[in-house]
């Protein structure tokens, strides 16, 4: 299972950080296993299993790393594609990294951000999505914001938060949120996404959400929102 701590007998070095083997444990059958590894490993590696693979042909891996350094999807896709005639066509990953906004915009009257609740959620938060290859931070954030709101926005220097959480199981979920201003409160939502919007005072949000962390980032982005006004 994902985070399962586990030894790899290594067969050789694929690419600069992939490495090929095997675990077995208790007499059971052997699975295959890559390892990934900034640093040489020779004949055994001890880690945890960060995903689950599947390849060309339904070939199926276990990708184990060491505890203590994270590799999200797109690091795992990158170092796969150095592998000669085969393909990763499915992933599951331990580690998720998410990038989104608090969205505010300055109307007549007032100050409001914008909340969402995604279609497999329960509770209101910020516009966010997954990172993909070649992506930095704020590429991510303004391409989701633009996707699940239709929102154009501006990021604002000098506001990253970071939210670490375990949602569910043993997922863990490292998600950065930026400062981003908008100057059209028209949003159409991507419904395949998101199930509801509401644009809201900042009082307001704090009644709305539920988690620490969202509370948290509410109130250092009306900090920081008072500085730019």
């Known amino acids: 299972m994902l985070a399962d701590k ?113 279609n497999n959620g329960r509770y209101w938060s910020f516009p966010k999505g997954h990172i993909e290859i070649g992506e930095t931070e704020q590429e991510t954030a303004i391409r989701e914001i633009k996707e699940e709101t239709s929102l154009d926005v501006e990021i604002k220097d000098g506001f990253r938060e970071v939210s670490d959480y375990c949602p569910f199981g043993k997922i863990r979920k490292h998600v950065v949120f930026f400062l981003a201003q908008a100057f059209t409160d028209n949003v159409r939502i991507q419904e395949e996404e998101i199930a509801e919007y509401i644009w809201v005072d900042l009082q307001q949000a704090r009644k709305l959400c539920s988690y620490d962390n969202d509370l948290r980032i509410i109130q250092k982005a009306e900090t920081a929102i008072k500085l730019i006004k």
């Open 6 to 118: 586990v030894s790899v007998n290594i067969f050789g070095k694929l690419s600069r950080d992939l490495y090929s083997g095997y675990i077995s444990s208790d007499g059971s059958k052997a699975k295959k296993a890559y390892v990934l590894s900034p640093e040489p490993v020779n004949e055994y590696f001890k880690g945890i299993i960060i995903a689950y693979a599947t390849f060309d042909g339904d070939d199926e891996r276990v990708i184990v790393a060491h505890e203590d350094m994270p590799y999200y999807e797109p690091d795992i896709r990158i170092s796969c594609s150095f592998l000669k005639n085969t393909a990763l066509t499915s992933i599951k990953c331990l580690y998720e990294k998410s990038c989104g906004a608090v969205i505010f915009y300055n109307g007549k009257s007032n100050t409001r951000i914008l909340l969402v609740k995604n």
